[in-house]
């Protein structure tokens, strides 16, 4: 039994090992960058996140606050038999963790949802993909990018779900591993945040489940890099809320990107590669 339990987590260690260096080498952790930039520079963006900012990020202040105080050290006390030295920033690590998921249901569920689609939408139209939006509300005239998206004729993104939060708690005992376990985590993490980033485009594109299943297996490297990325990023306390958003930008960057046909058959835009490879 402990040689066959030995195999199978050498096998699945494999498997995440060469799934990181092709999601590496898709280049699509960069589009949560682009997503980052293209916000700050596109003004009209802002106004989904403005409408929505103060109660966010008082809910954000709010569900950390609370982690730290009460969760922060009795998982210290027992990261210490596992992580050592490392123990208080593996546990901070897996705070932020544990605060970005719960505020991540609470606020798109009830708080930015509407939000973070029109943010969606609103991309696609400013990367003149009208069509596809058009397929999920209506659009109206005008030279304003989100004064243009019109009343919603399909319902926003997928809400989180109980699958979601039970994988959630099944892959956290991995961070009592010392820094290889908290690396596999949100590794794991990634690779079920990419796909969920697109699932307004999915939606657009009226796909089917099998649809979408071909789309993402043929995709998966470059979704992991995706969700990767992202997952850090809202990490960060309180400003994982701007991040929610850049990140939707990113998103969307990256479906109209797939939408006009420039991307490669790994699922990333031809420039991306190119920059990637002048980083390494």
Known sequence: MADKVRDV????????????????????????????????????????????????????????????????????????FTSGPLAAVSAALLVLSESSTLFTILSKTFLIEDALTDTFDGVLVSKNTTNLVSEGRQIK????????????????????????IIRYFMYLPLNFIPVVGTVLFVVLQ????????????FQLKQWNSTQKQKHIEEYKAAYTSFGVAAVLLELVPIASILFA??????????????????????????????QARKAE
């Open 9 to 80: 987590a050498v096998g699945e260690a494999d498997r995440i090992k060469t799934l990181t260096v092709q999601a590496a080498r898709s280049a699509a952790y960069l589009y949560p960058v682009k997503g980052i930039y293209y916000f700050l520079s596109h003004r009209s963006l802002w106004k989904p996140l403005t409408t929505k900012l103060a109660p966010t990020m008082t809910l954000g202040l709010g569900v950390t606050t609370f982690m730290f105080l009460f969760t922060y050290v009795p998982q210290v006390a027992v990261m210490a």
């Open 141 to 164: 005239g005008g030279s304003d990018i989100m004064g243009k998206l019109g009343k919603l004729t399909k319902k926003p993104f997928q809400k989180f779900t109980p699958t979601a």
């Open 190 to 201: 990634g690779r079920r945040a990419g796909p969920a980033a697109h699932s307004r485009y």
């Open 245 to 274: 958003f850049t990140n939707t930008v990113g998103a969307a960057l990256w479906a109209a990107d797939i939408e006009k046909g420039n991307v490669t058959t790994e699922g990333t835009a031809p420039g991306l590669n190119e």
